[in-house]
């Protein structure tokens, strides 16, 4: 078994909060991310996919195809967005990076199963100091 990377990147904006708080305790919890008027940041998605290598093309599967399907299943539908309130997969959801993590795993896993390969981790950095991995084991997150 081995397992093949894609990196694709997007910046997107958002706010940590929740409509019960007020604005000072959404600060004390979710700091600068509960900016009541958003901000950015420039994500970094990894897509590692496990598979075994077709003898015939010596690859696990199409890097270009893999890419393309990470484009219009995640890229197109965030870049430029604003996470809480234009992303369709996000939507009523906390757009944190656990959640943007787990959804993300969500919409891509049967699109791989269909290359014949196995989604194996999503990782998505929201800072070049804070990631988050997701592998796809039961999660108590209710999302
Ligand atoms: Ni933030």
């Not at 997107?12 to 600060?27: F, G, K, M, S, V």
């Not at 696990?60 to 195809?65: P, V, Y």
């Not at 809480?84 to 199963?113: C, H, P, R, Y």
């Amino acid at each position: 078994m081995l397992y093949i990377t894609r990196r694709e990147t997007f910046n997107a904006a958002h706010r940590l909060y929740r409509e019960d708080y007020d604005d000072q305790t959404n600060l004390e919890i979710f700091g600068k991310c509960s900016n009541p008027n958003w901000h950015g940041h420039n994500y970094i998605l990894y897509v590692t996919v496990a598979g075994e290598v077709n003898p015939e093309t010596g690859f696990i599967l199409n890097l270009k195809t893999l890419s393309q399907i990470i484009q219009d299943t995640i890229i197109a539908k965030i870049d430029h967005k604003n996470i809480n309130l234009e992303v369709d997969f996000m939507k009523g959801k906390m757009a944190s990076t656990e959640i943007l993590t787990i959804v993300i795993w969500e919409q891509l896993e049967d699109e791989i199963k269909k290359l014949g390969a196995r989604l194996f981790s999503v990782k998505l950095y929201e800072t070049e100091n804070n990631f988050v991995e997701y592998k796809g084991e039961k999660t108590n997150t209710t999302i």
